[in-house]
């Protein structure tokens, strides 16, 4: 018995090693782009914010630190789009692979969305320290306990998305909870357009200022909390790029699709923020009126039950 479970686990090991030697190049140097936009990310959002770099593709001349690392997880976003779609053109689909994407989205899109809030954040902690210590201390430690929990559910969400995935590309139709991208797109796009207005506001009134270091030390850990929630969340979600490839191409989808391309050239922070917040919001509004509108039928089930008894 021994020899033959011995014999067993050796086969078991060689075919494990001809797997790995059939690993398809293109995919996977496609999914290590991804983690290494991330890690960029990560390093540039460390540097200090007032440090100005120029974008040929953007209007404005000088972007921050902040802003380039945030347009870095957009690229590891597009990385991410096109690893899986390269893996299926050339079948080079495997279990490899899927790790690897896993592991490449819990640093872009778990570790370095969390990471940039944070360091957003220390600019207005910054302005309040000088002005009540002890309550800036508190912010900061709710802010960091909100960048936590965002990570520890995109590292959840991710292992729950390898254990329930489906190797069927049909099946890939909708996601249950917020998908990755989708929640660090939210909090990287709404860190672009602050870095925008921020540097509009320099110089203004002092008011204006202090209006938005408060919206901003609100908005930023509550939206965090939220991306974390509905991550792990069992709201459905549609994956737009599979539904958009094989959905019909309607009027009211193609007028969408134009005016959401006039928005881009008009402001193309504004644009991130629209689009990645409208898909959040959708799938929670969705929900709700799914709740509300399946009660609601299934009171009148009742009623007219009782009617007819």
């Not at 945030?70 to 690229?75: A, D, R």
């Not at 002890?134 to 520890?152: E, P």
Request: aromatic share 10%; glycine share 6%; charged share 15%.
């Amino acid at each position: 018995m021994r020899k033959s479970e011995a014999g067993d686990q050796t086969k078991m090991a060689g075919r494990k090693r001809r797997r790995l030697k059939y690993i398809s190049v293109l995919p996977s140097l496609i999914t290590l782009m991804n983690g290494a936009c991330g890690f960029i990310a990560i390093a540039f959002a460390s540097r200090s914010p007032v440090l100005g770099y120029s974008l040929p593709f953007l209007r404005r001349s000088a972007e921050t630190s902040l802003s380039i690392a945030g347009y870095l997880i957009l690229v590891a976003m597009i990385a991410d789009l096109l690893d899986g779609r390269v893996a299926r053109m050339t079948r080079t689909t495997s279990s490899f692979g899927g790790q690897l994407d896993s592991l490449s989205d819990a640093i872009s899109f778990g570790v370095a969305p969390a990471f940039l809030m944070l360091k957003v954040m220390d600019i207005h902690l910054d302005y309040l320290k000088i002005e009540n210590l002890s309550l800036s201390m508190l912010v900061g430690r709710l802010i960091f306990f909100s960048a936590i929990l965002y990570v520890i559910c995109a590292i959840v969400r991710l292992a729950r998305f390898n254990v329930e995935n489906d190797e069927d590309a049909a099946a890939h139709m909708n996601f249950s909870g917020i998908p990755t991208p989708a929640a660090a797109g939210v909090i990287t796009s709404m860190v672009i357009f602050h870095q925008q207005l921020l540097n509009m506001l320099i110089g203004q009134n002092s008011g204006f200022f202090r209006t938005f270091e408060i919206i901003s030390l609100s908005v930023f850990p509550v939206t965090c909390l939220l991306m974390g929630i509905l991550m792990v969340s069992r709201i459905c979600y549609p994956h737009l790029a599979n539904q958009l490839i094989r959905s019909k191409k309607t009027l009211h989808g193609l007028l969408i699709f134009f005016a959401a391309v006039i928005l881009a050239i008009w402001n193309i922070q504004l644009a991130l923020v629209a689009a990645f917040c409208g898909f959040a919001l959708y799938g929670i509004l969705r929900w709700l009126f799914g709740k509300m509108f399946g009660k609601l039928s299934s009171k009148r089930q009742i009623k007219n039950q009782a009617a007819s008894e």
